[in-house]
T-cell receptor, first 113, second 112 residues
Framework: DGGITQSPKYLFRKEGQNVTLSCEQNLNHDAMYWYRQDPGQGLRLIYYSQIVNDFQKGDIAEGYSVSREKKESFPLTVTSAQKNPTAFYLC????????????FGQGTRLTVV | SQQGEEDPQALSIQEGENATMNCSYKTSINNLQWYRQNSGRGLVHLILIRSNEREKHSGRLRVTLDTSKKSSSLLITASRAADTASYFCATDQKTSGSRLTFGEGTQLTVNP
């Protein structure tokens, strides 16, 4: 089955720790995205990547880092510099051309304990 | 910054009624898209309208786009309890490559 997979579904982080959220797609999509969603809020763009080995900051990149070494993978690291990381994180992908829809994973809920 | 802003923030209707949600945006776009999110889940794409289109239909969904007012509306006709979800608009901006920017969403509740 083609799709986009995020893991884990739930993640707990101690203060001061870095954690990495996984996002994998087998849709052969060029573009991949990371969004953060706080309760009752919209999606805010953290980082996006249009091609392997290239990525751009979104609106709230501080305290986060990404890599894009393979087309199908776009992991997000939440660093200790992110002071309020508790949120729902969503990964998406789509073809990098005009007028295409995005496909989303099921999300990772990160909680700081 | 958020490109799209939806209103209302929340909408509660009875089954069978129509639901209308609005989205406003700030910069020139290639297209505008609507997505649905069930609680605690990922988003699902509903419909895409290109900047040169004014209206588009898909089943019980009707989307309009007014580029002069930088606004769009999503109409769900004959609503069902299963339509209860959050609805988001997203804009594909002309000057931002592949960047896809979402609004704050409208929480729709359809009461049986």
């Amino acid at each position: 089955d083609g799709g986009i997979t995020q893991s884990p579904k739930y993640l707990f982080r101690k203060e001061g720790q870095n954690v990495t959220l996984s996002c994998e797609q087998n849709l052969n999509h060029d573009a991949m995205y990371w969004y953060r969603q706080d309760p009752g809020q919209g999606l805010r763009l953290i980082y996006y990547s249009q091609i392997v080995n290239d990525f751009q900051k979104g609106d709230i990149a501080e305290g986060y880092s990404v890599s894009r070494e393979k087309k199908e993978s776009f992991p997000l690291t939440v660093t200790s510099a992110q002071k309020n990381p508790t949120a729902f994180y969503l990964c998406a992908s789509r073809q990098d051309r005009r007028n295409t829809e995005a496909f989303f994973g099921q999300g990772t809920r990160l909680t700081v304990v | 910054s958020q490109q799209g802003e939806e209103d209302p923030q929340a909408l509660s209707i009875q089954e069978g009624e129509n639901a209308t949600m609005n989205c406003s945006y700030k910069t020139s776009i290639n297209n505008l898209q609507w997505y649905r999110q069930n609680s605690g889940r990922g988003l699902v794409h509903l419909i895409l309208i290109r900047s040169n289109e004014r209206e588009k239909h898909s089943g019980r969904l009707r989307v309009t786009l007014d580029t002069s007012k930088k606004s769009s509306s999503l109409l769900i006709t004959a609503s069902r309890a299963a339509d209860t979800a959050s609805y988001f608009c997203a804009t594909d901006q002309k000057t931002s490559g592949s960047r896809l920017t979402f609004g704050e969403g409208t929480q729709l509740t359809v009461n049986p």
